[in-house]
Nanobody, 124 residues
């Protein structure tokens, strides 16, 4: 059973940066897709970014394009989300998600594995 554990959330001022990590265990990390979703207060869970672990193909939501960078380190079974120029509207619980193939869906229901989430709060 694949387990995902996020870390790196916190409180940051507007314009600041954070790096989230997602450590995977218990599965074939190198053959799938890793993604980040977020859920703000009173909002539905929304897609942020995804990466195919073996090839490194990436996709971003328009709201974070040019500010966030997704990456992975296969040797460490870890995916990252570097967030720059953070805005108050980026405040959310950020979730790491995974699936076993290389289709980068942008809908949460297509992901089989989920982390517990990490809180990111951006103050104005």
């Amino acid at each position: 059973q694949v387990q995902l554990v996020e870390s790196g959330g916190g409180l940051v001022q507007s314009g600041g940066s954070l790096r989230l990590s997602c450590a995977a265990s218990g599965g074939a990390f190198s053959s799938g897709t890793m993604a980040w979703f977020r859920q703000g207060p009173g909002k539905e869970r929304e897609f942020v970014s995804a990466i195919t672990v073996s090839e490194g193909r990436v996709v971003y939501a328009d709201s974070v394009k040019g500010r966030f960078i997704i990456s992975r380190e296969i040797a460490k079974n870890t995916a990252y989300l570097e967030m720059y120029s953070l805005k108050p509207e980026d405040t959310a619980v950020y979730y790491c998600a995974g699936r076993d193939d290389t289709i980068m869906y942008q809908v949460a229901t297509f992901y089989n594995y989920w982390g517990q989430g990490t809180q990111v709060t951006v103050s104005s």
